[in-house]
């Protein structure tokens, strides 16, 4: 449909807490087509409505099996550790050490306002804990162990 502005660190709607979506509307369902058509555009593998300066309860992840959608998702279970470098596309070029779950549940509901529960490891449950952040106005910068660094992508590894 349409690519999103992604609003970056600083802009004030990122530290905001997200309302949750009470009913599908067709204002919605663009709003979720944009988040994906956004999150591809940028070469990220999550985005949340605030990022795109739309204060909702609604995050979109592809670690790479496909899109998930998650309305007003919430994190029920989480277990073990993992360390490692996180990123954000709200934090251009910049990335740093962070400590999330290894592994997480979520429940939330699909595009049809249906319950779904999803478990993730590793990536993706990363992922979840990031992008669920957003929601809560909380940035990955707030949890980095150490300094943030500088990231380059080489763009002939596509």
């Known amino acids: ?18 309302r949750p979506v009470e009913e ?7 709003l979720i087509v944009d988040m994906l058509d956004t999150m591809y555009d940028a070469m990220g593998v999550g985005l949340a409505a605030p ?15 496909g899109p998930i959608v998650l309305i007003n998702p919430e994190i029920v279970e989480a277990s073990g550790e993992q360390t490692g470098d996180e ?17 997480v549940k979520v429940k939330a509901l699909d595009i ?17 804990c990031h992008e669920i952040d957003h929601l ?17 992508y080489d763009d002939d590894e596509e």
């Open 136 to 152: 809560d106005g909380k940035m990955y910068t707030d949890l980095v162990e150490g300094e943030l660094h500088r990231v380059t």
């Open 24 to 30: 599908m509307t067709q204002r919605i369902r663009e």
């Open 51 to 65: 990022q795109v300066g739309i204060l909702k309860r609604i995050v979109t992840i592809d670690v790479g099996d």
């Open 87 to 103: 990123g954000c596309l709200s934090v251009p070029g910049m990335s740093g050490q962070v400590t999330r779950p290894n592994h």
């Open 1 to 18: 449909m349409a690519l999103r502005t992604i609003r970056t660190e600083g802009d004030p709607v990122l530290y905001k807490k997200s």
């Open 112 to 128: 049809h306002m249906q319950e779904v529960e999803y478990e993730g490891e590793e990536l993706l449950a990363r992922a979840f």
